[in-house]
C-alpha cells in the first residue's frame, strides 16, 4: 500500500524547460564559453549545476565548476521575474486529489531549496507537499538514493510504502535504488525509451493519470 508519493519538480512538476534553457544559455555567453544546443541543456535537468556543466563540457575543473554554478545562479535570480515557468497541465488538481485521499506528498528535486520553495510559492501548490528536499539538503545527488532514503527516514515510511514520480532517468534510479516504487512522466525532459530503459515500473503521458494507478 503506497501512503508516500516523491515527485520530481523540475519537467514532472514545474515545466521549466524554457526558463533552464535561457538561463544556461546567458551563463555561458557571460563566462564566454561556446553555445551548446537545447537538447544538450535539456539532458542536464535533473542533475545538480556542477554535473550538469561537467556533463556539457567535460574536463572542467572543479572551481570553474563552481564559478559557473555561481554564475547561473546569480543570472537566474535576476532573471526568475521575467523568466515565469508554468505547472503542467492537470499537476495542480492532481496534487490536490491525491492530498485529499491521504496520500503523503513531497519533493526531492537536484533544484536549491530557496529556489524550488519560491517555485513552489509562486505556483499556488506549497499547501499540498508536507516535505520539500533540496540538492543544498543532501550529500549525495540523484541517481544516489539519498534523497528518498532520507525523505523516507524523515516521515517514518517504509520503501515498500512509497512512489517516485520523475521525468528523468536519474529519478527512476533513484526511487529504484531506494526499493521504491518509480513512475515516469514522458511530458518531461526524458524520452519514453530512456525512462523505460531506467526500469520506470510505470509510464504515464498525462499526470492526471497517476490516481489511477494500480497500486494507489
Known amino acids: 500500500m503506497i501512503r508516500l508519493i516523491v515527485f520530481d519538480f523540475d519537467g514532472t512538476l514545474g515545466d521549466t524547460r524554457a526558463n533552464i534553457v ?4 546567458e551563463t555561458l555567453r557571460t563566462a564566454g564559453y561556446a553555445p551548446v544546443t537545447e537538447e544538450a541543456i ?4 535533473g542533475l545538480i549545476l556542477e554535473e550538469g556543466f561537467q556533463q556539457l563540457y567535460p574536463g572542467l575543473s572543479g572551481e570553474e565548476t563552481l564559478r559557473l554554478a555561481a554564475l547561473y545562479r546569480d543570472i537566474f535570480e535576476k532573471t526568475r521575474k521575467t523568466l515565469i515557468p508554468t505547472l503542467f497541465p492537470h499537476v495542480k488538481e492532481t496534487l490536490t486529489t ?12 537536484s533544484r536549491r531549496s530557496a ?3 519560491g517555485f513552489l510559492r509562486d505556483m499556488s501548490i506549497a499547501d499540498t ?5 533540496g540538492a543544498d539538503s543532501v550529500e549525495k545527488a540523484k541517481p544516489d538514493p539519498e534523497p528518498v532514503l532520507k525523505t523516507l527516514r ?8 512509497c512512489l517516485v514520480v520523475g521525468d528523468m532517468p536519474v529519478d527512476i534510479l533513484m526511487g529504484r535504488a531506494a526499493g521504491a ?5 514522458t511530458y518531461g525532459n526524458a524520452g519514453r525509451d530512456a525512462l523505460a530503459a531506467a526500469g520506470a515500473d510505470y509510464l504515464i503521458d498525462d499526470i492526471a493519470e ?3 494507478l494500480p497500486l494507489l
Request: glycine share 2%; net charge positive; hydrophobic share 50%.
Open 42 to 45: 535539456a539532458a542536464t535537468i
Open 210 to 212: 497517476l490516481p489511477r
Open 115 to 117: 529556489s524550488l520553495n
Open 154 to 161: 524523515a516521515l517514518s515510511v517504509p520503501p515498500s510504502e
Open 98 to 109: 491525491l492530498k485529499e485521499r491521504g496520500y503523503i506528498l513531497t519533493i526531492a528535486s
Open 22 to 25: 535561457a538561463t544556461m544559455r
Open 181 to 185: 516504487a518509480t513512475c515516469a512522466v
Open 129 to 133: 507537499i508536507s516535505y520539500v528536499l
